[in-house]
């Protein structure tokens, strides 16, 4: 009598967007997959408070790289328009100064450049549509070979540029900062100021990092979507589809070890629960394997990054409100009076600024520009990676509101909250990632090699595969998406390479290399 062999067993830890990519592809290669969330519900930073009965997106707001989810539907047999409604945003964002300036950002490039020669100049508006062919150009040649490749190097990115090598490196503008690159377009500080916003989406100062994170401005004016139900639809979309394709899914299951010897072997549950597993993919924040809290083996696996390099963190304020003065759209960013001032408090004596500049959500302003009653609002200003450590006092945050507030009040708008608003500190994200200190992108970027630094999906114990955004390709949903599917692919490819049969991968919308170095990662 013949025993047919088991499916390989995959346990995925943590279900944010990484998690659920990794169990989804995994799934649909033929593993039994049991993916294991510590929240009630998954998602990770894709979360959402309730006030006054109404769900609010307290993480992530809009999805941009649409092709990242497009590909992980269809390598799944599905369409992602048939799973999630996408409205696309024409008003990328809203931009307000405390001397009543205000200035749009389009997803036209051309009625953006208009609208900077009438806030600006006509000298800034051209210098507008060169920093889009320079960030475009940056952005075409680090999609290849740095964010759809699973293991780059430095000389795998120079190589791919051809006969231009080196000198073609400085193409991607990594030696010189954001800030600095930045003057190069625009003479008005304001614009300065606009553009360098943008590497906070990765959790980094514009002062610090380097001029190739302004590929992000790139990525935005690309297209920007807001889902309908907000971004935790995009992810229950992603984790419904996971279990069609045989996916186990248990969310208030926290891990407390990955066994191991020669290779792991199981993962143990709080609970005392022990789960054998032939792979794990870890899809939390790096720090926590690091730094022992997943037992001694998978600390050993990894290299903990250091508390000096965390990212940003925040302090957000969902509520329902009025609001007068000025018509909100979906993504409004109002502007403190002194950057430099900002994020010399927040990178150089991690404290909380006394003036932060406020970005705002108003998710109903997509389906009516001015709602009869109280509208829902998302708030955050950034703050220090330093949650858990006890100096963050509610005298601290009761000061960061009435600073946040004078901001906005100057900036020309006023909120009436219609019941106290959820507030969520470094402190509460600290506890909801372990390991992260409330860094909400990993580690921050201050030059190109700590991008090209950052861990790939393999460590040394074999079996134990790493995803999310503390790791390649970074943060941000849709890299954390695309560091599930390397995870899953190098998962794949060692269980394979131990005698176990699956379906073959797809590319996934990822380049032939990326599923060449991860099945011989």
């Known amino acids: 009598m013949v025993v047919a062999k088991h499916n390989p067993r995959v346990v995925v830890i943590g279900g944010g967007a990484g998690g659920l990519a990794a169990a989804l592809d995994c799934a649909r290669r033929g593993a039994t997959v049991l993916l294991l ?13 309730r006030v006054g009965g109404q769900p609010i997106d307290a993480g992530p707001t809009v999805l941009t790289m649409r092709w990242v989810f497009e590909a992980l539907f269809a390598d799944a047999d599905a369409a992602l328009a048939e799973h999630v409604a996408l409205q696309p945003l024409t008003v990328l964002a809203r931009h307000a100064w405390q001397d009543g300036e205000r200035l749009d950002l389009y997803a036209d490039r051309e009625a953006t450049a208009a609208a900077i020669t009438r806030f600006a100049s006509a000298a800034d ?19 290849g070979p740095f964010i759809r490749t699973a293991q780059p190097t430095l000389a795998t990115l120079v190589g791919s540029l051809g006969l231009r090598g080196l000198p073609g490196a400085l193409g991607l503008d990594f030696h010189r900062t954001m800030w600095k690159a930045l003057g190069d377009f625009f003479q008005d500080p304001r614009l300065r100021q606009l553009f360098g916003r943008y590497a906070t989406y990765y959790g980094s100062s514009p002062f610090e990092a380097p001029a ?80 022992g809290l997943l037992g001694p083996a998978a600390a050993r696996a990894v290299k903990a990054p250091p508390k000096a390099r965390r990212s940003l963190s925040a302090v957000t304020w969902c509520l329902r409100g009025r609001t ?44 009516d520009p001015a709602p009869a009653g109280p509208e829902r609002l998302f708030v955050l200003v ?42 969520t500190t470094p ?23 700590d991008a090209l630094g950052r861990p790939t999906a393999t460590t040394k114990l074999p079996g134990l595969y790493v995803a999310g955004g503390s790791v390649h390709p970074g943060a941000g949903v849709p890299m954390a998406t695309l560091s599930g599917r390397f995870a899953a692919a190098s998962a794949c490819a060692g269980l394979c390479s131990t005698g176990w049969s699956l379906r073959a991968a797809t590319a996934g919308g990822t380049s032939t290399r990326s599923a060449t170095t991860a099945a011989t990662g």
């Open 37 to 49: 969330e510590r929240g009630p519900e998954v998602g990770g930073k894709v979360r959402q408070e």
């Open 212 to 291: 190739t994170l302004n590929l992000i401005a790139h990525v935005e004016q690309a297209g920007v979507w807001a889902p309908a139900g907000g971004m935790a639809a995009l992810t229950g979309a992603i984790a419904a589809l996971a279990r069609r394709h045989g996916a186990e899914i248990r969310c208030g299951a926290e891990v407390a070890a990955i066994e191991a010897d020669s290779r792991v072997r199981a993962v143990r549950l709080a609970s005392g629960e022990r789960v054998p597993a032939d792979a794990v993919i870890f899809a939390g924040d790096l720090a926590a394997l690091g730094g």
């Open 125 to 143: 508006a051209s210098g507008y549509l060169a920093f889009c062919r320079h960030t475009e150009a940056i952005y075409q040649k680090v999609q």
């Open 324 to 367: 007068e003065g000025w018509p909100l759209a979906y993504h409004n960013v109002l502007f403190s009076r002194d950057y430099a001032a900002e994020f010399a408090a927040l990178m150089d004596r991690g404290a909380l600024p006394a003036e932060p500049t406020v970005y705002v959500c108003a998710p109903d302003r997509q389906a």
């Open 427 to 449: 402190d509460d994200f600290a506890a909801r990632f372990p390991g992260s200190g409330g860094g909400l992108y990993g580690t921050a970027t201050r030059g190109l090699l």
């Open 382 to 423: 950034n703050a220090p990676p330093r949650g858990g450590e006890g100096w963050l006092t509610a005298r601290e945050i009761e000061a960061c509101e009435r600073a946040t507030w004078r901001v906005i009040e100057r900036c020309g708008l006023s909120m009436a909250p219609a019941e106290p608003p959820r507030v």
